[in-house]
Nanobody, 119 residues
Framework: QVQLVESGGGLVQPGGSLRLSCAAS????????MGWYRRAPGKQRELVAV???????NYADSVKGRFTISRDNAKNTVYLQMNSLKPEDTAVYYC?????????????WGQGTQVTVSS
């Protein structure tokens, strides 16, 4: 059984910073692309940032220059450093990963962590 567990969300003032973490656990053979998505109230889930095993990254235009995605392959963990946060960054943030186990190769989602940017 594979699980993705996020942590690090919370309430922060505009201009502040947060760091999200997502650890994958279970009978994992390998992990390919990992990423972060978010769903704001009343909106569809959207891509925030993704990172390949080799470290190639891609960001949504709205977060470029403010957010940084990174990963520790030895720990099966992906991070999202969020700086200069804005109220419009308020959303539930979801971790996502393509994972190979002994049974299959498929996409997994975490349960989500709330990020609220408000004064």
């Amino acid at each position: 059984q594979v699980q993705l567990v996020e942590s690090g969300g919370g309430l922060v003032q505009p201009g502040g910073s947060l760091r999200l973490s997502c650890a994958a656990s279970g009978s994992i053979f390998s992990i390919n692309t990992m990423g972060w998505y978010r769903r704001a109230p009343g909106k569809q889930r959207e891509l925030v940032a993704v990172i390949t095993t080799g470290g190639i990254t891609n960001y949504a235009d709205s977060v470029k220059g403010r957010f940084t995605i990174s990963r520790d392959n030895a720990k099966n963990t992906v991070y999202l450093q969020m700086n200069s946060l804005k109220p419009e960054d308020t959303a539930v943030y979801y971790c996502n990963a393509d994972i190979r186990t002994s049974r299959d190769y498929r996409n997994y989602w975490g349960q989500g962590t709330q990020v609220t940017v408000s004064s």
